[in-house]
């Protein structure tokens, strides 16, 4: 046995001399199974990824149960903001020196310090930091380390304070004795693996069929080699392991490189994360039993694909047969996984619109994974019945229908994963068009411009604040509105806000305003404003808070509520209607106007306002707008990242379709000889290989854009979403694929023009 394996290793690389062809097969063959790898490996590493950091979030969890000889730490968390982003701020204070501290510091900071973490740091340090640096309190003194963070992504800060200050807000403040909770490991539930494990499948599916073709590159010269060593005197178990021994070599090569180019890529895997996402690189570190899986069965894919290649072929001692006609494809089973995925989103339809419960998402995801991999099954059948009942046309079409009427199963396997990914991508760029294009628009206010500036404060601090920002350079004017619920005595209640014109236009456009006006912002569900008797209430840190009786005056003014930057509020109250009545205390929001750029103008004001940490936090008063920026970009990185996967997908299809095509050549290139010789021109021949390629490329575009589409119908029905169909997209995708199908014939060019020579005829 160990001579057999031997011989098959020096037979893969030539025999001792490596020739050209040699090379091109040892070399595809490694490739595929080092790109196999190279994802495989990442996607083994996720569990731990996720665990690692799931693991830190339950180290840094708080612990409030009090324990005996330990001097609790007080804490209060808050979040500061710039833009789109938030910081989560810990103010700490030791009551006694057996204080615990918190994980990733190697001591609490002392009061006006600031330690951050690394993220947070390296923001400091880039464009942005000015803005943030104005937004949090203190001086940058220290670093949290990993242990402190649950992600490489987290924006947190502890900074210190006086144990006084924490104290003054009573509840709110917290007594920690101690930091970690009992890790309990990750816990996805039976529906999430049984939703998750197929797609994962799915994606994969393009790589293996890659592997196997590389793997079965060069058959034909394989068979000829065995042929002639079984005139040597070999028998047939001999033979098999010399070719499984043939496929170990590129596919150890091929693993080799795969793990080399995995561990180059967690070294800068931080960096080419799409959606801003951040990872420790140490997190990225396949679980040792998926890694054995992957060593064990990618090498084993290429080698069981090799010997599989061998099951309809007879290796004797004087030549190579095939065993006739390949064998009818049975056709119920393929039908069945389809009407199986056709009736789980059949069923669908007996729920109604909007309705997103278990019972009908379980429905959708197991008639969507049922549908996708049934339209991959269904492709080899339908292109073997397609080109049964195609007869006629030019020379060239002739050739392209016959060979595929006589092997059309090995190129539908190769497509069969590129109407998997592409009907998945079609599917998922439609819901985000349509979720996108269906969502409410609001429009910005005038107002903003006018007072572009906002801090979120108290009642007790509203003096202090607006002291505070008047003595601002560039400030005009500040512009105070209390947050109010409306009580109605049959227990309906509205929220609103009381504040000067100024303030209000930056909620809404409400047009002409005086004090003594009244607003009303209407919705669907309300449109018109609670009349007669209300009862006015607050809420403060310290919970709801009673006011006096107003009544609403008959006058209030409807706006639409598609006029609002922010919802929620519905009633807006100038002071002049309230008639001089005491407000109960609440949180305030202070709209500052000034002159000056408004983020220049944002940080000044936070600036300013810094010595009230917690109690004073500032923002933009289109702060909704960035939000809604920031979820335009989420949207255009999802669908770049949809279709960088999409062109992979395609590309790992082509290079299938080139070895195969490159196979199909050397195969044939006695019959092709002979045309040559015969007077049949090149260009028929290289036409021949472009409708072989493309017949079944077209028919699986074809099935992916029908497959997407229906899959996309179902789910934006119950999400109660209009259908809008991404045209660019489509039109990008078989554009590519067009050109995928070009450029396969033309780099099978020279391969062709090489054995078509008369001298090649001759040598045969």
Request: hydrophobic share 50%.
């Amino acid at each position: 046995m160990i001579r057999d394996l031997a011989l098959g290793l020096r037979l893969a690389v030539g025999g001792g001399r490596m020739s050209g062809a040699a090379l091109l097969r040892l070399a595809m063959t490694a490739f595929g199974i080092a790109l196999a790898v190279a994802v495989l490996l990442p996607a083994a590493a996720v569990h731990h990824l996720v665990g690692a950091q799931a693991e830190r979030k339950a180290a840094i969890t708080q612990v409030t149960e009090p324990r005996a000889g330990v001097a609790p730490l007080l804490a209060y968390n808050w979040y500061a903001s710039v833009g789109d982003e938030f910081v989560k701020v810990t103010a700490v204070a030791a009551t006694g020196p057996s204080s615990p501290v918190p994980p990733g510091l190697s001591r609490l900071p002392a009061p006006g310090e600031l330690a951050v973490s690394p993220e947070l740091a390296a923001k400091l340090a880039g464009p942005e930091g000015g803005s943030l640096k104005a937004q949090l309190p203190g001086h940058v003194v220290d670093r949290i380390s990993r242990e402190g963070v649950s992600g490489a992504g987290d924006l947190a800060a502890f900074y210190g304070v006086p144990a006084a200050q924490i104290e003054a807000e009573g509840a709110d403040g917290r007594k920690v004795y101690a930091f970690g909770r009992p890790y309990t490991g990750l816990g996805l539930s039976a529906v999430v693996l049984g939703v998750i494990l197929p797609i994962a499948a799915v994606l994969l599916l393009p790589l293996l069929i890659f592997v196997t073709t590389a793997s079965r590159m060069g058959a034909a010269q394989r068979e000829r080699r065995l042929a002639a060593l079984r005139l040597l005197g070999l028998d047939s178990p001999q033979v098999k392991r010399i070719a499984a021994a043939e496929s170990l070599v590129g596919a150890g090569i091929g693993l080799a490189a795969g793990i080399g180019f995995f561990a180059l890529l967690r070294t800068f895997v931080a960096d080419i994360l799409p959606f801003g996402l951040r990872i420790f690189p140490e997190d990225l570190v396949p679980s040792w039993p998926f890694v054995v899986v992957i060593v064990l069965l990618v090498p084993g894919l290429a080698v069981g694909s090799a010997l599989f290649g061998l099951r309809r072929t007879i290796v004797e001692p004087l030549g190579v047969v095939r065993q006739g006609k390949p064998v009818r494809r049975r056709m119920w089973w393929r039908w069945a996984l389809t009407t199986i995925g056709v009736v789980f989103l059949a069923a669908t339809l007996a729920f109604d619109r909007g309705d997103g419960d278990t019972p009908a998402a379980l429905a959708l995801a197991v008639g969507s994974v049922f549908l996708l991999v049934g339209v991959a099954a269904l492709l080899p059948w339908l292109v073997e019945r397609l080109v049964e009942r195609l007869h006629g046309g030019s020379p060239s079409w002739q050739l392209a229908i016959r060979r595929l009427q006589l092997d059309s199963g090995t190129a539908s396997r190769v497509v069969s994963g590129l109407v998997v990914v592409l009907a998945g991508t079609i599917l998922i760029q439609g819901v985000i068009t349509s979720l996108g294009s269906g969502s409410d628009q609001q429009v910005t206010p005038d107002g903003v411009a006018a007072a572009p500036v906002q801090v979120q404060t108290t009642a007790e601090h509203e003096g202090e604040v607006r002291e505070l920002v008047s003595a601002v350079p560039g400030v005009t004017g500040t512009h105070p509105v209390r947050n109010l619920s409306f009580r109605t005595g049959k227990g309906e209640e509205s929220y609103g806000v009381v504040g000067d014109c100024v303030a209000l236009k930056v909620l809404a456009n409400i047009g002409a305003c005086s004090d003594g006006d009244v607003f009303y912002l209407a919705t669907a569900s309300a449109r018109t404003a609670p009349a007669g008797r209300v009862q006015l209430q607050g809420h403060s840190r310290a919970g709801a808070v009673n006011g006096p009786e107003w009544t609403v005056p008959g006058t209030a003014r409807v706006v639409r509520s598609d006029d609002t930057a922010r919802g929620g509020q519905n009633l807006l109250v100038t002071p002049g209607a309230l008639g001089g009545l005491a407000l109960p205390a609440s949180s305030v929001a202070v709209y500052v106007s000034g002159t000056g750029d408004p983020q220049a103008l944002t940080d000044d004001v936070a600036r300013a306002v810094q010595p009230l940490a917690w109690n004073a936090t500032t923002t933009k008063s289109d702060y909704l707008g960035d939000f809604r920026a920031r979820d335009q970009r989420m949207v255009e990185s999802f669908r770049a990242v949809l279709i960088t996967a999409s062109l992979f997908v395609l590309a790992v299809a082509a290079m299938s379709l080139l070895m195969l095509s490159i196979e199909q050549i050397s195969e044939r290139r006695r019959p092709l000889a002979a045309l040559s010789a015969a007077g049949v021109p090149i260009g028929v021949l290289a036409r021949g290989a472009l409708w072989q390629t493309a017949i079944p490329v077209v028919v699986g575009v074809v099935l992916a854009v029908a497959a997407g589409l229906g899959l996309t119908a179902p789910i934006l029905r119950l999400a109660d979403r209009p259908m809008i169909v991404d045209v660019p997209v489509l039109l990008a995708l078989a554009g590519t694929t067009v050109v995928a199908v070009l450029l396969v014939t033309a780099l099978t060019m020279p391969l062709l023009r090489q054995v078509t020579r008369l001298d090649t005829l001759r040598s045969e």
